[in-house]
């Protein structure tokens, strides 16, 4: 949307025509170095005001990691606090969302330095996250070649898990009800639901953004609020080569597939149910997938799947083969 207004000056790396960023601002100083920059922020949508902070931290850390970066220098702290509850409300919500942001950027190894606060009518979190790296310290998102495979490195299906839990604590809610009345799933599977798509959000990918160095990804995007074939699409576009990307996989959180296809069409399974704190979706030499999901899982403790193919197509379509394969996870 930003490209359409015309904006940027060609200079900025790692898209194809230099204008607008894919993920991160990154540009070059007069000194020669790289400045690489992102921001971001989020409306509440779990219930602690904690893992609210975490996942809107580990949120805008994610287009650093897209960028393969080893280290975020600093970042810049956005703050709503909502001027709707009262005072006691107001403190206790804002200081653990700071508490949460605060946590997962200890854990990033990186630090505040700042940031502006506002009152508004919905608490909002979110930041600015910045590093300063050499040539050599990134991996620009523009080098997909055809042959190289697509990883994703966190499973999809957090927009569905998000819903499932907020229908089931509604008074009378339509959607739960037929949940319960078709038995589709159980409030325990609910529950574990909405606990993978949480662990999911909050986590960092810190470790996979590193990995992207040692195996020569050439390309990446975080997965977030297009689904994973607007992503797909979004970097086919920036691609300095013609090409396009074949998802043959859909590694889903268990059972939201039956939700999206009994309960209500989130369009999981064509690939545009937004996702929030995705992923990675890495374009890299085949040769070199399986050992960095082996890397990855022995670093973290979970897995990441091959799901695509880059091919040779003028004109960059990424699409889902008609029978993906659906894995529940």
Known sequence: MLASLNLGDGNNLGTADGRIALDCSVRETRQGHYVISTTDFFFPL???????????????????????????????????????MSLEERNICTQEMVRGFRDACIEADTTITGGQTVLNPWPIIGGVATSVVTKDGFISSDGAQPGDVLVLTKPLGTQVAVNVHEWRNRDDNKFWNKIVETNLITVPEAEDMMYAAVCSMARLNKTGGLLMLKHKANAATDVTGFGILGHAQNLMDNQLAQVGAELHTLPLIANTVKVNDEILNFRLKI?????????????????????????????????AWIIGRITDDPNRKATIIDDVKILEV
């Open 46 to 84: 779990v219930d602690s005001p904690y893992l609210q902070g975490r996942i809107g931290a580990a949120n805008v850390l994610s287009d650093l990691y897209a960028e393969g970066v080893e280290h975020c220098d600093f970042v810049l702290m956005l703050l709503a606090a909502c001027r709707d």
């Open 271 to 303: 690939g545009y149910s937004a996702e929030t704190s995705g992923g990675l979706l890495i374009s890299m030499p085949e040769e070199n997938a399986k050992a960095y999901i082996q890397d990855l899982e022995e670093a973290e403790g979970y897995p």
